[in-house]
């Protein structure tokens, strides 16, 4: 996006700029040797980007494009501690957009383990997309999670299946995709959900082994608090990670 905003500005540096960064893709992105052989194309790339900035909403999103790049690059570095926080800060600044351009509303597709309220989604250490937007937004921020009981997913060219036995699972008997809005449930409902419980949790890459270990493809998460609602499917068909 920031090289294509501004190859409409400056087709010369924008060209030799692609060239730079070409070896920063989603394959290197841990490769320490190539983001610090990109460091100096992703300065050049926000510099060209500032200079050529004429105030247009396209020239703000190829700006942002240019920040992420360099985002990306850092984040060789300071790991999976860094990821989340960045997460947050660029959906913040397409919330505040959104917002001066009229929008109301901002919908987010991802990753349970990013967008959960409450960070128990994801057994990696650092703060969490979702727990920061929590915080932030607070009940403006709303929570759909999905999960299932039997569960199939692609990776790496193969199919791999397990089974999450949630004792939530009960609420959903009998169908084969059930929606809950837990400020809904009531009585014994409502004490299941405040309770621990197993939530199918797995990504890309997925090996074999995973899907013999609970504690591999699992998290335990309180549905109560984690999200507002859940979609939960009882019989998932293999899902392929998007790219």
Do not use: C
Request: net charge negative; no cysteine; glycine share 10%.
């Amino acid at each position: 996006m920031a090289l294509a905003w501004l190859a409409t500005r400056n087709p010369d540096a924008a060209r030799s700029l692609g060239e730079r960064l070409s070896r920063l893709n989603d394959g290197a992105l841990f490769n320490k040797e190539v983001a610090q052989a990109t460091e100096a194309a992703s300065a050049d790339l926000q510099a060209a980007l500032a200079a050529s900035d004429d105030g247009s909403p396209a020239a703000a999103q190829a700006i942002r494009a240019g920040l992420v790049v360099e985002q990306s690059r850092n984040r060789a570095f300071e790991g999976v501690m860094a990821r989340d926080p960045l997460l947050f800060d660029n959906l913040t600044w397409v919330v505040e957009r959104g917002a001066a351009e009229g929008r109301r509303h901002t919908l987010l597709f991802a990753h349970n383990g990013h967008v959960d309220r409450t960070g128990q989604a994801n057994g990696a250490p650092g703060q969490k997309l979702g727990k920061l937007a929590a915080d932030h937004y607070g009940d403006a921020y709303r929570t759909i999670g999905t999960d299932g009981h039997r569960v199939s997913l692609k990776s790496q060219g193969e199919t791999f299946s397990f089974t999450v036995n949630a004792p939530y699972r009960g609420l959903f008997a009998g169908t084969t995709v059930g929606y809950l809005e837990m400020a809904a449930a009531s009585g014994d409902n409502a004490t299941v959900l405040r309770g621990s419980h197993p939530m199918a949790s797995a990504g890309a890459p997925f090996a074999a082994w995973q899907a013999l270990l609970p504690m591999a493809h699992s998290l335990n998460v309180v549905p109560a608090l984690t999200w507002d609602a859940v979609i939960y499917v009882w019989d998932a068909h293999p899902t392929t990670p998007l790219p």
